[in-house]
């Protein structure tokens, strides 16, 4: 036996099958409620007793179909040699759902073993699962387990290792029996689980028969066989054996169709009370989910979002203010005590402090916002704003699952454009590729603070949260653009689970809010902190060396060209045009540079904010031109960590230049719009 067993996890979306992979590797992923979370494999290390197994947690998918990236990705894997063993993770709550993959799965052959998820979810509604019975019908080991309860995780293990173990030995004593054993037909029920009607047994017969001829060895005949029927295009082309005597036509609904047939044979005999279940669920969708209440109710629930964001954000972020000018304060008074060049005074705390400090004020923010999405994603509330989007993605040529990139934007880009995956079409993905960073992600939260505070008053709350629903309504006008440009009628209907709602998971919450906060530390500490110093030098250095004026210097020289373009944008300040460009590394910079340009210590203190408005209202920069640079730095270009998942993602580099270009206009034209209109009626 192998030293290290690779055990593949698989399963439904939302099925729990992350949060199990994480309660045995301590892997900090993302877990979340709807589907295209996990877009690539993650692996992790886990020793039980003498046993190493190498875990690999695949994205999750409905079917082995190979429709979409995910499936793709996950059929090839476990297809791959290197697999020992397939724990498919179901929602047992959910099981008729689930069983379809299930009974894909068994049929290629290899060591699985179903991992019953969500038991203590099957208890709390008083239905019960005949544990005795279902293994039986299956053919396969049957282990119910908790993720979140952390229950039944050693014994599904030892029965990874038992079964492998196993499965192997079966196969060394009954290697090439397929033929034999297909030509008698309760002979099926000992090695599969499912046995089709008598004319599509006899094709498999027929086409394994062929197969083998064809080539002794390979592996999961069976499999192969159904998906010749099925018309599988991947399989299909990778054998190059003419079936068309035998395959007349494509019998994948007939296997569909008498696999749901078996799958309610199934839930008929094990499930008891399964009428009892969802009905909460189904109470609160008719709500949440009505097609004219469910996307005002979304906006409310965001409108909730942003004033927890504000009003207890804002009361914490007073504490960090407090802390923040204290250090700043010390090591100003540190540095002149060992009677340190001005130079490196300013560098230190105009440069550094100034910069890194001001972002870190808005942690608290950053923090609340985070918890409420994780609480939001958690519950099983985010899967439903896809499903209530369905609608209008349609009307503008995409489908409701191109929401779900865009959702992911509200928290970072990288993952949301990763996300994008999920579109079959690539049309579509890089449609819906083009529109993401125009989502609100929370690198631009300081900025919408910062200004919307100054400028705002009391109505702070409603310019910043317009600022998402600005962000959601260009992507959508744009998108809707390109379809009519584009000409395309034809549009992919969504499917997406609509999960049980459920209370959210503390150590879920905190996994999920933590990996974000340590994100944003690790950007003050390294991206911000850098871009402070680049800053500083440019700021300070020009054409002669060092300058006692910032207008001379190779900074303000930039930063003035490109004023006669913003210009009309209301933004015709050459320390806007820098803070700009220096967005282009983390939308916080803008922030932290704002600071340093205006040689301000914690810009988002109280004394700092009161200090920055006297500076801009010398300039008679108004409430109108910060509502205009709000709406530029919510479309501009994303930061560079986003191109650069752009181009791996198109794998383009003229479309990625292409779209760093068209997001920079699209920037410009409604800033611009908005500040010439608003100046005219106002």
Same mark, same amino acid.
């Given at each position: 036996m192998k030293e290290e067993l690779q055990v593949a996890f698989i399963g439904n979306p939302n099925c729990g099958k992350t949060t199990l992979f994480n309660a045995y590797t301590g892997a900090k992923l993302k877990v979340a409620n709807w589907p295209g979370? %996990?877009?690539?494999?993650?692996?992790g290390a886990f020793r039980y007793h003498s046993h190493q197994f190498k875990l690999v947690d695949l994205p999750g998918i409905y079917s082995l179909t190979s429709y979409t990236l995910e499936e793709k990705l996950s059929r090839e894997y476990i297809l791959d040699d290197s697999v020992d063993v397939i724990v498919d993770v179901?929602?047992?709550?959910?099981?008729?759902?689930?069983?379809?993959? %299930?009974?894909q799965l068994i049929e290629l052959g290899k060591p699985v073993i179903l991992g019953l998820n969500m038991m203590d979810i099957v208890k709390e509604r008083g239905m019960e699962i005949d544990l005795h019975r279902l293994p039986e019908m299956l053919g396969i080991p049957v282990i119910p387990v908790s993720a979140r309860k952390k229950t039944g995780l050693d014994i599904l293990m030892h029965a990874v290792a038992h079964h492998q173990k196993k499965h192997n030995d079966v196969n060394l004593e009954h290697h090439h029996s397929d033929i034999n054993q297909s030509r008698h037909k309760h002979s099926h029920h000992s090695e599969f689980a499912i046995v089709y009607s008598d004319e599509i047994e006899d094709k498999i017969d027929e086409i394994m028969e062929r197969l083998l001829d064809y080539d002794a060895k390979i592996k999961n005949p069976r499999w192969h066989a159904i998906k010749i029927l099925e018309q599988d295009k991947e399989i299909c082309n990778k054998i190059n054996i003419d079936f068309s005597d035998i395959v007349t036509r494509s019998y994948e609904s007939d296997i569909i169709n008498q696999k749901y047939d078996f799958i309610e044979e199934i839930i008929e005999e094990v499930v008891v009370n399964k009428e009892e279940k969802e009905a909460m669920t189904d109470k609160i969708d008719h709500f949440l989910t009505h097609r004219y209440l469910g996307l005002p109710i979304f906006l409310g629930i965001m409108a909730l979002v942003f004033i927890l964001t504000f009003s207890v954000g804002d009361w914490l972020k007073g504490y960090f203010e407090v802390g923040i000018t204290n250090f700043s304060d010390g090591v100003l008074s540190v540095l002149q005590h060992f009677h340190a060049n001005d130079m490196v005074i300013s560098l230190v705390v105009d440069g550094i402090?100034?910069?890194?400090?001001?972002?870190?004020?808005?942690l608290p923010n950053?923090?609340?916002?985070?918890?409420?999405?994780?609480?939001?994603?958690?519950?099983?509330?985010?899967s439903r704003v896809a499903y209530v989007m369905d609608g209008i993605m349609g009307r503008i040529g995409l489908s409701g699952r191109a929401f779900i990139p865009m959702l992911l934007g509200f928290g970072c880009s990288v993952p949301a454009v990763m996300a994008s995956r999920a579109l079959e079409d690539m049309t579509d993905r890089r449609k819906t590729i083009l529109v993401t960073p125009f989502m609100s992600c929370s690198a631009k939260l300081p900025v919408y603070v910062l200004f919307s505070s100054m400028f705002f008053g009391k109505y702070a709350v409603l310019a910043a949260f317009s600022m998402y629903v600005i962000g959601v309504i260009i992507a959508i006008l744009v998108a809707f653009i390109m379809t009519k440009l584009q000409k395309k009628k034809e549009t992919n209907s969504l499917i997406i689970e609509l999960p049980e709602y459920k209370t959210p998971n503390f150590h879920t919450i905190i996994i999920y809010v933590w990996e974000k906060v340590k994100d944003y530390l690790t950007k003050a500490g390294t991206t911000i902190f850098v871009a402070s110093i680049i800053i500083w030098f440019i700021l300070n250095i020009g054409p002669h060396g060092f300058v006692a004026d910032i207008t001379d210097s190779f900074g303000a020289g930039i930063g003035k060209v490109l004023v006669?373009?913003?210009?009309?944008?209301?933004?015709?300040?050459?320390?806007?045009?820098?803070?700009?460009?220096?967005?282009?590394?983390?939308?916080? @910079? @803008?922030?932290?540079?704002?600071?340093?340009?205006?040689g301000i210590g914690n810009i988002a203190s109280a004394g700092g904010k009161s200090t920055l408005m006297e500076v801009l209202n010398g300039y008679n920069f108004s409430a109108l031109n910060a509502y205009a640079l709000m709406i530029f730095v919510l479309l501009y270009t994303p930061c560079i960590a986003t191109i650069a998942t752009i181009k791996r993602e198109v794998k383009s580099t003229k479309w990625t230049i292409f779209a760093v270009l068209f997001q920079v206009l699209v920037a410009w034209i409604v800033s611009t719009a908005f500040f010439q209109i608003a100046s005219l009626l106002l």
């Open positions: 979370v %996990t877009v690539e494999k993650k692996e179901a929602d047992a709550s959910c099981l008729e759902r689930n069983l379809f993959l %299930t009974l402090i100034a910069g890194v400090g001001g972002i870190l004020t808005f950053i923090f609340i916002l985070f918890l409420s999405l994780a609480f939001l994603e958690d519950s099983g509330y985010m006669p373009i913003l210009v009309p944008a209301g933004l015709g300040l050459w320390q806007i045009a820098l803070a700009l460009i220096s967005g282009l590394a983390a939308k916080e @910079v @803008v922030v932290s540079s704002l600071g340093v340009l205006f």
